[in-house]
Nanobody, 123 residues
């Protein structure tokens, strides 16, 4: 089992920045690809970003490319999502996810999910 706990959400004005963190406990963190997803009110959950086991490979949704950066610190069992130039349409609950396979992160068929953290961007 892997337990995931997100933090760092909040209210920010458009153009601002936030950094989300996801702390993992349980089995070896470095064995898992990690990802971030989000779900806005009335919409389906969508993929935001993914990172491979060692961090060499990353992938982003087109809507966040160039503004968001995913990273991980395997020594701290933590994955981050740096969000810059935030827009009102980035408002959503952001979820952290883990899986042994990078492709399953991208597909959204992850084995482990966090509870989510709310991000609200005001205009």
């Amino acid at each position: 089992q892997v337990q995931l706990v997100e933090s760092g959400g909040g209210l920010v004005q458009a153009g601002g920045s936030l950094r989300l963190s996801c702390a993992a406990s349980g089995r070896t963190f470095s064995s898992y690809a990690m990802g971030w997803f989000r779900q806005a009110p009335g919409k389906e959950r969508e993929f935001v970003a993914a990172i491979s086991l060692g961090g060499a490979r990353t992938l982003y949704a087109d809507s966040v490319k160039g503004r968001f950066t995913i990273s991980r610190d395997n020594a701290k069992n933590t994955v981050y999502l740096q969000m810059n130039s935030l827009k009102p349409e980035d408002t959503a609950i952001y979820y952290c996810a883990a899986d042994l396979q990078f492709k399953r992160i991208v597909a959204g068929t992850c084995d482990y999910w966090g509870q989510g953290t709310q991000v609200t961007v005001s205009s």
